[in-house]
């Protein structure tokens, strides 16, 4: 929820309050060319590196290895690419990290060493987070002294109402031998 408050509001304030202070600082018109002219590099670099990432991509395919760098490299490409797009200073500066490939190669670095500490926790840590696991195991435990086969998901559920179901044989769904009446 903080992260979402923090790229959908404090982020575009933030842009608007740059571009104020530089559009007073050095004009109008030239705070837009500069903004027009970023987002033309922005373009002009999605296209160039991203094709570059796609040969690597193929290229690992075929030398039959996983493109686990080629895929990674790929995504920043694609943020990198629409960051410079969006109209603004700050956005800018970490696209053209994501878009430049030595400072890509740190970005890519730090991301796969923040991934594998996630998976070193296990599969579940990884997608919950490592205190959400330990409260889901320990609402998992039976209290002391209670039943260890007892599951607060069995039994009957909400809606159930007691006695309304009928069971059904099989006799009752077979037609009857021939020459015996129907069963009641």
Known sequence: ???LVLVFIVVPLAELYVIIQVGQAIGVVPTLAILLADALLGSFLLRHQGRAAW????????ENRMPHREVLDGVLIIFGGALLLTPGFITD???????????RAGVRALMTRLVRGRLAMG???AAWGYGRVRERQAQRRPAPGADPGFSPRRGPRPGDVEGS?????DEDRL?????EPPPR
């Open 1 to 3: 929820m903080l992260l």
């Open 55 to 62: 040969r690597r991509f193929n290229q690992a395919l075929a």
């Open 93 to 103: 500066i970490f696209g053209l990290i994501f878009l430049i490939p030595p400072t």
């Open 123 to 125: 599969p579940r840590a």
């Open 165 to 169: 179901g009928q069971e059904i044989r």
């Open 175 to 179: 037609p009857p031998p021939e020459g």
